[in-house]
């Protein structure tokens, strides 16, 4: 087996949202919101739902830090290209919800691709509450 390196770094994108800053009140809620925002792109396909702290919790080695809630993954792909076979091992996306005592925190890795990041930036800007409310998305 040959051992590559594609990217020297794995910078991740990362937005704290206090409670009062959303009308989001879950990670389900926060999830559907993602998962329309999804659906509605042109190119972006959602792939499933990973509840990560069901998950961990049901192992017997599990350990899940203090202070998380719930801790959920939506994966999807924009599959907008495919320059490379090698690029499947960085795919698809995923986008990582986890709900703390304070809040949310929404994290997702960058892409190669500036649009596809722009995408997921607003994607998760739209999460707050002013501007939730001037694009009329549902709670």
């Known amino acids: 087996m040959k ?8 910078p ?3 937005l704290e949202i206090a ?18 925002c999804i ?10 739902e990973f509840d990560h702290y069901a998950h961990t919790r049901s192992l017997p080695e599990g350990h899940i830090g203090e202070g998380i809630r719930a801790a ?3 994966v999807f792909c924009f599959g907008i290209s495919l ?3 090698e ?12 709900e703390t005592e304070q809040g949310f925190l929404i994290t997702f890795m960058e892409t190669p691709m500036p649009v596809a990041n722009a995408v ?17 998305q549902p709670d």
């Open 12 to 14: 991740i994108y990362s």
């Open 120 to 136: 997921m930036e607003d994607w998760a800007m739209g999460l707050h509450k002013h501007r939730t409310e001037t694009a009329g």
């Open 19 to 36: 409670r009062e800053e959303t009308p989001f009140h879950s990670v389900e809620a926060i999830c559907g919101y993602f998962r329309a």
């Open 39 to 48: 659906e509605s792109h042109r190119s972006a396909v959602f792939i499933a």
């Open 83 to 85: 320059p490379r076979p």
């Open 87 to 98: 690029l499947l091992a960085c795919r698809p996306r995923s986008i990582g919800i986890a």
């Open 3 to 10: 051992t590559s390196l594609a990217f020297a770094e794995y």
């Open 72 to 74: 959920r993954n939506l």
